[in-house]
């Protein structure tokens, strides 16, 4: 048995885990992350026009007008691809799933997670 190599696929692979846990939390509660995300669109195109016309500061942050429409692209994207029902029922399953087995893996989660499938 090679230890090494299944350490190195185990913590290779455990960060998916919370990242499938944010898709699915995306997914699972697609309304509201489609209304934040269009509220957070409408906010950064005001806050474009307030920087291109020397009304706001922002540092070294990105608030062009071809960023914005980066932000409104990935927005018609995410409503693309969160209209399925299906995906919203798998999502919601996926998402607990991963979350339990995020917090067990990060030993916040003593329950049987692990011996459920023994």
């Not at 455990?14 to 997914?27: E, G, I, K, L």
């Not at 195109?45 to 706001?56: D, I, N, P, T, W």
């Amino acid at each position: 048995m090679d230890v090494e190599g299944l350490l190195v696929d185990f913590y290779n692979g455990a960060p998916m885990v919370d990242v499938v846990a944010a898709w699915a939390y995306v997914t699972a509660n697609r309304r509201m992350v489609i209304e934040y995300l269009a509220s957070f669109e409408r906010a950064y195109e005001q806050l474009v026009e307030l920087h291109a016309a020397g009304k706001l500061g922002v540092g070294t942050a990105d608030f062009s007008a071809g960023n914005l429409e980066v932000v409104k692209r990935i927005n018609r994207l995410v409503e693309r691809g969160l209209d399925s029902d299906e995906s919203l029922q798998v999502a919601q399953e996926i998402h607990a799933l991963a979350e339990r087995c995020a917090r067990a893996l990060k030993g916040g989660d003593t329950s049987s997670a692990g011996r459920e499938s023994q």
